[in-house]
């Protein structure tokens, strides 16, 4: 197939391209700059310039492909209903220039939006807790429901650390506050869980779904149900050298500032289903051996 991927020169977005044209398939990367657009040629793949921001801008790319990843996001926290809202006019407009095609659409969320605690989500939950997150739900149904439109659309969530070499996202700035606070912190008594996925058996997993997942399917990105938060802030502890920590939740803002809102989230996540479904295997280190060898 010819792939669209928004998201093309982000840290997941390169994997999964990298994982695609080693399966066969080609690609039709997005950039919204220069510097992007020079990294996609770099690496042998076809350039569209483009930018979530500007919905209209996105039809050319999936009517000119046989199938759309959706990994652009635009990153600006101090807005969280905005970019949710930019990313929802931005999936849309995709999908209507999709309908009828039954050509295939992978969209992303996050497991984070089916935190349950004390138990473990699965494929079929939805959130029963009302937080911050749970505004993506609503991208996220936008894509399941396209199955009714002639698309065949799928949803993988992520764990909220996908980890390996190179990694920028949450357990990298877990360690920068660890070092800024000169404590690895964890809530409580730490017995919140994270699921993780190592880049490469996602990037895997997106391959797999654009390929074969059936319309309106939820698939959850995870290779580890729930690793502890204390588990985390003691290798955190490890190789940074600062002592760990107890943070109580009241003061959990002060300590790990807007990321107290994710950390204090207990979210074990099952990916059963979806290995059986797609014969997703992930074979790559855990979360805390990857963290031993790369993170610090």
């Given at each position: 197939m010819r792939v669209f991927v928004t998201g093309a020169t982000g840290w997941i977005g390169t994997a999964v391209l990298k994982e695609l044209r080693g399966a066969g398939h080609s690609v039709l990367g997005m950039a919204h700059s220069d510097a992007g657009a020079d990294k996609l040629k770099a690496q042998g793949v076809e350039?569209?310039?483009?930018?979530?921001?500007?919905?209209?801008?996105?039809?050319?790319?999936?009517?000119?492909?046989d199938a759309t990843?959706?990994?652009?996001?635009h990153m600006d926290f101090?807005?969280?209903?905005?970019?949710?809202?930019?990313?929802?006019?931005?999936?849309?407009?995709?999908?209507?220039?999709?309908?009828?095609?039954?050509?295939?659409?992978?969209?992303?969320n996050g497991t984070l939006v089916v935190s349950k605690p004390g138990k473990v989500a699965f494929e079929t939950d939805e959130s029963s807790e009302?937080?911050?997150l749970t505004v993506r739900l609503q991208a996220e149904r936008l894509v399941v429901d396209a199955a009714k439109r002639g698309v065949r659309g799928s949803v993988?969530?992520?764990?909220?650390?996908?980890?390996?070499a190179g990694d920028k996202g949450f357990i990298a700035m877990l360690i920068n506050i660890a070092r800024e606070k000169k404590a690895a912190g964890y809530i409580d008594e730490g017995n919140h869980h994270w699921p993780a996925v190592h880049r490469d058996d996602a990037a895997r997993l997106y391959r797999l779904a654009v390929e074969s997942a059936p319309p309106g399917t939820v698939l959850h990105g995870t290779a580890e149900e729930g690793i502890s938060m204390r588990a985390i802030a003691e290798m955190i502890s490890k190789g940074t050298g600062v002592p760990t920590k107890s943070v109580p939740a009241a003061e959990a803002g002060a300590h790990f500032g807007w990321m107290s809102m994710v950390v204090g989230l207990d979210n074990r996540?099952?990916?059963k289903a979806t290995r059986e479904l797609l014969g997703w295997k992930p074979e790559q280190p855990g979360l805390l051996d990857d963290m031993r060898a790369h993170y610090f």
């Open positions: 350039v569209y310039r483009g930018d979530i921001r500007d919905p209209k801008c996105l039809v050319e790319g999936v009517r000119a492909t990843i959706h990994l652009a996001f101090s807005d969280f209903p905005k970019i949710n809202q930019i990313d929802r006019d931005a999936i849309s407009a995709m999908l209507d220039a999709m309908a009828g095609t039954n050509k295939a659409f992978v969209g992303t009302n937080t911050p993988i969530r992520l764990a909220p650390t996908v980890h390996g996540v099952s990916s």
